[in-house]
């Protein structure tokens, strides 16, 4: 049974920076990709980013895109997500995803695409 573990969150004021971990137990390798999606309180669960194991492609939504960088080590089996210039809309739990060997149509940012959820971590952004 694949686990994901994270790591990272906390409080931060806005403007500041917190790098999410994620740990693999093994290197999902039947995993092509890896992400990060969230969940703030009254919203449904929104896509942040994702990166291709082997490629090292990376996407992400728009809403993060030149504040947050994914990342991936390859000999710790683990994926990365260093968030640069926080905004308090940021605060959300925060859920590393591997989808499994996927083999059908949805796109990196859809939810259904992904098999294995971490627990979440939560991250608060202070004004």
């Known amino acids: 049974q694949v686990q994901l573990v994270e790591s990272g969150g906390g409080l931060v004021q806005a403007g500041g920076s917190l790098r999410l971990s994620c740990a693999a137990s093994?290197?999902?390798?039947?995993?092509?990709?890896m992400g990060w999606f969230r969940q703030a309180p009254g919203k449904e669960r929104e896509f942040v980013a994702a990166i291709r194991w082997s490629a090292g492609n990376t996407y992400y939504t728009d809403r993060v895109k030149g504040r947050f960088t994914i990342s991936r080590d390859s000999a710790k089996n683990t994926v990365y997500l260093q968030m640069n210039s926080l905004k308090p809309e940021d605060t959300a739990a925060y859920f590393c995803v591997a989808d499994g060997s996927y083999s059908g149509s949805y796109y990196y940012t859809h939810r259904m695409r992904y098999r294995y959820w971490g627990q979440g971590t939560q991250v608060t952004v202070s004004s």
């Open positions: 093994e290197r999902t390798f039947s995993s092509s990709t």
